[in-house]
């Protein structure tokens, strides 16, 4: 057997002609612009962008007084709008089951659509350019609307998440961080394109996150990742410059509370936001160099190889024929085609936790009733003190400034939580096995303190209710969607992270519309008796003070501390499946691809060379 070593080639004549560089170093050029915006680390600083504008719905404190003032509406009737704005932002079973049977790109463009449609029938109305809608029709409008940001969800961070399944924690905190900075970011922009003028924030709102999400339709998708030892870095480093966004804008939030800012200055304001949103792209771009120039070393310089030059005895190609054919017969004997179990008669015979459940089981489990239940406690409170700072704050007597803070305030804060939550639970979990449903209970054993804050108002208290609270809200979301990828698989997550979301309206509806709208009206119109006071018909009612809402808040409270129960029910249920490995089979299958892939490098390598 003679054999024969080979190694890289050497550079041909030619090759110091100026064109000939010219013309390499252009194809190398856009060789490598086409590898980074294909790549999947661009893909998520897509999802950023597209996430940094997907809070519309947080920032209805801002355009709230302009629906309730120009239409007439009392307080229930806003909460009833508020209502089905949150309905529409959380029940997103639609764009789950459409990204089940289309690709990402189809379900970003429906809820850019959505989104521009429900937004600017609003701002048509407020401004009064067509016939004031029917209380009906706009509740249509908004929900419509808000549901688009479901499906920039669905389409951008639940995408995210199935390519990069060993680091969920990470990735739903820092992409639900951007969600939760979207309303401090979009504020930027309001005051820098539009001044103070809250019914063009509504027309912003319309346009802005429709274009962004058209623009990166083709970019977000399911690929190929070549998970390395640095990937944990890497989003570290993404979560770095979101914290200084995060810090710049609470700087500005400050800035803009004690000064008067002029447009100038907001411009400039937002085109630091703007730089700092983009700033990503050159993380992409030193980690897609890397990637790159070690391919192309490999290219250049392929590893040596060996050439045998006798060829190993081959069987009679009768007998050849013969052992395919029994080798294939013995296979199927071994895995008989059965036929495929209903899913309704699987529904109630689920597999273990960490297994890919189907749709039916996952929702017949005890462990999807708990986290339900402890959601529609939790999210539900927190979701309607935020939904209704504009007016706690104005029956406080704060002044429009400063409502104008706790708005922002909230966006920070829920920022905050949302990469907190996300990072910590995944350190804790990896590190100590730290079960991440002791999170969630220990969140809203904490949201309680933000909402007696509002229930008492001492001095200064709404501020640092805004704080817990945002915090708080922001915190759930990472935490429960990793709980039900983590429970339930990744198979059918598009659909089962948008059930998830489905309870917070469920409590949203009780706890804001039937008790904060209902008592705050009750109250306001025992003011207006007893100041000798009546109504007049299609005018807005205000109440003033700290009883406006303080039962309603004592009765959240409770609520919330019902929630916490359910959540630690979970934490027994589920101790025992956080004590094991749970992503031990992504960190296999990730390995054996790495091996696969080096055995098929090695063939390709000979081949070639033959």
Excluded at 204 to 230: E, G, M, Q, Y
Excluded at 249 to 272: D, G, N, R, W
Excluded at 404 to 433: A, D, H
Excluded at 553 to 560: C, K, L, P, R
Aim: glycine fraction near 8%; charge should be positive; proline fraction near 4%.
């Amino acid at each position: 057997m003679e054999v024969i070593g080979a190694g890289g080639g050497g550079g041909g004549g030619g090759g110091s002609s100026n064109e000939k560089r010219r013309r390499s170093l252009t194809t190398i050029t856009a060789s490598f612009f086409i590898h980074v915006v294909t790549g999947p680390w661009f893909m998520v600083f897509a999802s950023f962008l597209i996430m940094s504008t997907a809070g519309t719905p947080y920032m209805f404190g801002l355009y709230s007084g302009a629906i309730k003032s120009v239409l007439g509406y009392d307080q229930s009737t806003l909460n009833l709008i508020s209502f089905f704005k949150d309905l529409g932002t959380n029940v997103g079973v639609i764009s789950g089951l459409i990204a089940e049977i289309t690709p990402p790109w189809v379900v970003l463009a429906i809820g850019a659509a959505m989104n521009f449609v429900g937004y600017f029938m609003i701002w048509l109305s407020v401004t009064e350019k067509v016939a004031a809608p029917a209380v009906w029709l706009m509740c249509l409008y908004i929900c419509l609307g808000a549901n688009s940001t479901a499906f920039a969800n669905t389409g951008a961070l639940v995408t995210c998440v199935k390519n990069y399944p060993a680091r969920r924690g990470v990735v739903l905190g820092i992409l639900k961080g951007y969600v939760g900075l979207s309303g401090a970011i979009l504020t930027q922009f309001y005051h820098a394109i539009y001044g103070d003028d809250s019914k063009s924030l509504i027309l912003l709102i319309a346009w802005l996150p429709a274009v962004i999400s058209v623009a990166f339709l083709r970019t977000i998708r399911i690929v190929k990742v070549d998970h390395h030892s640095n990937e944990l870095r890497v989003f570290y480093r993404f979560l770095y410059i979101s914290l200084g966004l995060a810090g710049f804008l609470t700087v500005m939030i400050i800035l803009q509370q004690k000064f008067k800012f002029s447009h100038i200055e907001y411009s400039f304001s937002a085109a630091v936001v703007v730089l700092l949103l983009f700033f990503p792209v050159f993380v992409v771009i030193a980690e897609d160099y890397k990637f790159w120039r070690r391919k192309l070393s490999e290219f250049q310089n392929p590893p040596p190889f060996t050439i045998v030059t006798e060829k190993p005895p081959q069987l009679p190609i009768e007998l050849e024929s013969y052992a395919n054919e029994e080798a294939s017969r013995l296979k199927s004997a071994e895995k008989p085609d059965l036929p495929t179990p209903s899913c309704w008669k699987t529904a109630l015979n689920p597999p273990q936790r960490g297994e890919d459940f189907t749709i039916l089981q996952a929702l017949f489990s005890v462990d999807m009733l708990l986290l339900f239940l402890s959601t529609a406690c939790g999210v539900g409170g927190t979701l309607t003190a935020i939904d209704n700072l504009g007016q706690i704050g104005a029956s406080l007597r704060y002044p429009k400034q400063s409502i104008s803070t706790f708005v922002s305030l909230v966006s920070i804060w829920n920022y905050l939580g949302r990469v907190v939550s996300g990072f910590t639970s995944e350190f804790f979990l990896t590190k100590y096995k730290f079960p991440r449903t002791l999170i969630l209970t220990l969140i809203l054993l904490l949201s309680c303190a933000g909402h007696l804050l509002i229930a008492f108002n001492p001095p200064g208290g709404l501020y640092i209710a805004s704080i817990v609270i945002g915090f708080c809200y922001g915190a759930q979301w990472p935490i429960l969607f990793a709980i039900i990828s983590e429970v339930f698989g990744l198979k059918y997550y598009s659909t089962l992270y948008n059930f998830g979301s489905v309870a917070s309206p469920i409590g949203l509806y009780f706890l804001n519309v039937r008790v904060a709208g209902h008592l705050y009206d009750t109250e306001a119109n025992r003011q207006l008796a007893a100041a000798g006071e009546k109504r007049i018909a299609g005018e807005e009612l205000n109440c003033v003070g700290v009883d406006c809402f303080k039962l309603s808040f004592i009765i959240i409270t409770g609520v919330t501390l019902i929630g916490a129960l359910f959540s630690f029910l979970l934490v027994l249920r589920t101790r025992g499946f956080y004590k094991t490995d749970i992503y031990r089979r992504f960190k296999e299958a990730d390995e054996e691809e790495e091996q696969n892939g080096v055995i098929a490098k090695d063939e390709r390598n000979k081949e070639e060379n033959k």
